[in-house]
Nanobody
């Protein structure tokens, strides 16, 4: 069992930056591939970024490529999502997830989910 908790969300103006963090308890995150997803009001949850267990492979949604960077520090049992050049369309609840099927973009490949952290980008 892994309990993941997101932090770092908030309100930022368009063009600004935020850094989300995902911490875990129960088991070491190094055993899991990790993903970030987001869900905006009235929309389905969508893939944002993922990273393999060693950090050697990363994947991004086209909408965030070049602006967001996913990274992990297995020694600190944490995963980060650096978000730059934020846009109002990035406004959503962001979720951290852990899985065992690889750095997938599919939400059903992830077993453990956090409660989410709100990111709001004002224009």
């Amino acid at each position: 069992q892994v309990h993941v908790v997101e932090s770092g969300g908030g309100l930022v103006q368009a063009g600004g930056s935020l850094r989300l963090s995902c911490a875990a308890s129960g088991r070491t995150l190094s055993s899991y591939d990790m993903g970030w997803f987001r869900q905006a009001p009235g929309k389905e949850r969508e893939f944002v970024a993922s990273i393999s267990r060693t950090g050697g492979s990363t994947y991004y949604a086209d909408s965030v490529k070049g602006r967001f960077t996913i990274s992990r520090d297995n020694a600190k049992n944490s995963v980060q999502l650096q978000m730059n050049s934020l846009k109002p369309v990035d406004t959503a609840v962001y979720y951290c997830s852990a899985g065992l099927v690889g750095a997938s973009s599919l939400s059903n490949h992830y077993v453990y989910w956090g409660q989410g952290t709100q990111v709001t980008v004002s224009s």
